[in-house]
């Protein structure tokens, strides 16, 4: 499975956070895009809507295992997908930003 480094995701790059509410709403990565893992078939669509035409897709949750999922279902679907290994967990160890909705720094459950 296509997998890169929390260190090698860049500013700009598209990201979608495949996490439930409730972590999404504690703190996420800004401008990431929110399509939990339990509704992503039926929001695919979103996905698709919002995704750069010929960019890559990072895929990212707590750890990495929901991501990993979704990268693949996506990459079944001809989308050049990548899971984010480590996930959140990782991104905000490192120092990357973590913010709620209304842009105040958030934490990761």
Do not use: K
């Amino acid at each position: 499975m296509p997998t890169v480094e929390v260190g090698e995701v860049r500013d700009g790059d598209f990201l979608v956070d495949v996490r439930e509410d409730d972590e999404w709403q504690a703190g996420h990565a800004e401008g990431a895009l929110h399509i939990p893992l339990s509704e992503f078939v039926a929001r695919y669509g979103e996905l698709t809507e919002a995704a750069p035409q010929d960019g890559r897709v990072h895929v990212i949750c707590r750890s990495g295992g929901r991501s990993a999922q979704v990268t693949m279902y996506l990459v079944q679907q001809g989308i050049d997908a990548v899971n984010v290994d480590g996930g959140m967990q990782i991104w905000h160890a490192l120092g990357r930003p973590v913010v709620t909705d209304g842009g105040q720094p958030g934490s990761v459950l």
